[in-house]
């Protein structure tokens, strides 16, 4: 399991919580976040209590409306839909512009000891789409989003970061912000691998996955992707080939159905490797730790090849970088 954490400090609950159950991970979001020293000393506790130094610790930080660490922290980077912008205008510009802003997240988040960066977004929107994705997506079309998609990779982990594609088979058909409800896609599964998997199939050697919580009717009409055997197995392992660590969405969406408890329990049950859970809420957090099971089998051999996969960045001029990043936009 991956946990948050509910305010700046950990508190002795938090700690006792980490020691005794000793999650995999951690995510931060913006309500832990004050100053740089802050987040370096949360994120150093986080560690001490599963007495892991290098224990993955994730943030959304995509740029645009998801960025949780914010000037004066970090500068304000534009949207994923900016810099498919820049790629209609000019293939290569926007390709070094995703890799470059990849890269400056790393010397953002590195510095303050976050080693994982939940980016890239590879969801595929479609006309009428819920904005809950919205201009989190390079474009309309695969092909780009792919191509941008792999170049944000590629930054993160020449700054020493490990990036999360999301969410995997694809969020950008949803009609509905599964934050507060559950959307259901009634698209043919031929339509499906054409459009939405198909920036998956190029990154699927990527070492970290997250699910969406969308149901496809075409796949399995009862349950979404994040709990369902079916759409985990024949198209995330199988017809995509993902064979990395594959995290859920968080458990307290409004898209899943039922207590927290239950949600945890089906999405162990479908087949995901790691049940993330985000708000910090301990009642929550103690529901989830219930119904999670130790790292096993091919779910440990996944995390263990995440931990192998982490190290020390490239030697690189941040100045630089981030003069010519903003050149770029200068001059679109």
């Not at 931060?28 to 100053?35: D, G, H, T």
């Not at 198209?235 to 969405?249: A, E, V």
């Not at 049950?269 to 859970?277: A, E, K, R, S, T």
Request: with cysteine.
């Amino acid at each position: 399991m991956i946990l948050g954490a509910a305010g700046t400090v950990l508190t002795a609950d938090e700690i006792s919580l980490y020691r005794d159950e000793r999650p995999w991970g951690f995510i931060l979001f913006a309500r832990n976040v004050q100053e740089a020293s802050q987040v370096v000393d949360l994120v150093a506790s986080m560690r001490e209590a599963v007495g892991r130094p290098h224990a993955p610790v994730l943030i959304d930080q995509e740029g645009g409306r998801v960025q949780r660490i914010r000037p004066p922290l970090a500068e304000k980077y534009p949207s994923a839909e900016a810099l498919g912008a820049l790629h209609r205008q000019d293939r290569q510009t926007g390709l070094r512009a995703a890799w470059l802003m990849s890269r400056l997240h790393a010397f953002d988040l590195t510095r303050l000891g976050i080693n994982v960066d939940c980016l890239p977004v590879l969801d595929v929107p479609v006309e009428g789409a819920s904005n809950v994705i919205g201009d989190r997506a390079y474009g309309f079309e695969p092909q780009v989003v792919a191509e941008m998609g792999q170049a944000a990779a590629a930054g993160l982990k020449a700054g020493g970061m490990l990036p999360v594609m999301k969410h995997i088979p694809g969020h950008g058909r949803g009609m509905a912000d599964s934050h507060h409800e559950l959307p259901i896609v009634h698209a043919g599964r031929a339509e499906l691998e054409a459009h939405d998997f198909l920036p998956f199939r190029a990154m699927k050697d990527e070492l970290m996955a997250m699910s969406a919580h969308i149901v496809f009717t075409a796949l399995d009409p009862d349950q979404p992707a994040t709990t369902s055997p079916k759409v985990i197995e024949d198209i995330i392992r199988g017809c995509i080939g993902f064979d990395g660590l594959l995290m859920s969405d968080d458990t307290s969406m409004n898209a899943l159905k039922g207590t927290i408890g239950e949600r945890a329990r089906r999405i162990a049950g479908g087949g995901c490797d790691i049940i993330l859970h985000c708000n910090g809420v301990m009642d929550e957090m103690r529901a989830v730790v219930a119904e999670a099971q130790p790292l096993a089998g091919k779910s440990l051999q996944r995390a263990q090849a995440v931990e192998a996969a982490f190290g020390p960045g490239d030697e690189a001029d941040e100045t630089a970088l981030r003069q010519e990043f903003q050149g770029l936009f200068a001059t679109a």
